[in-house]
């Protein structure tokens, strides 16, 4: 990632050539380009709740883009990284699972539905 594409903390980087635009705080949307399906904000800026429940590997996973309703459901998954994330932690596939309940100023979520 560079300082054109993200918002995560560049200090906190173990790549010392790491260029995020973290101002230690969420940005607006709009301050990066959108990704090829016109997405805004799907890496860095903040972590964001999925429905999935927390699995420790891919294995019988849906692959019809549905959530994954199965595995530890007292803990969701968080996608993507954070201004306050290191470079390596800023992209889609990056995730972990939290408790359901918590709340901290890095975490969002996007509001989505289906087109058909």
Avoid at 24 to 30: F, L
Avoid at 84 to 96: F, H, L, M, Q, T
Wanted: hydrophobic share 30%; net charge neutral.
């Amino acid at each position: 990632m560079s300082r054109g594409q993200a918002n995560y903390d560049d200090k906190a980087s173990q790549d010392k050539n790491a260029k995020g635009a973290s101002g230690q705080k969420t940005a607006p949307v709009d301050s990066f380009q959108p990704n090829p399906w016109g997405l805004y904000q799907v890496h860095g800026n903040i972590w964001e709740w999925v429905e999935d429940c927390v699995n420790d590997t891919y294995e019988g996973a849906p692959v019809d883009g549905s959530p994954w309703m199965k595995g530890r459901c007292e803990q969701r998954v968080l996608r993507g990284g954070s201004w306050v994330s290191k470079a390596d932690a800023v992209e889609a596939g990056s995730r972990y699972g939290v408790q359901s309940e918590g709340r901290v100023s890095n975490v969002g979520f996007r509001v989505a539905r289906t087109l058909r």
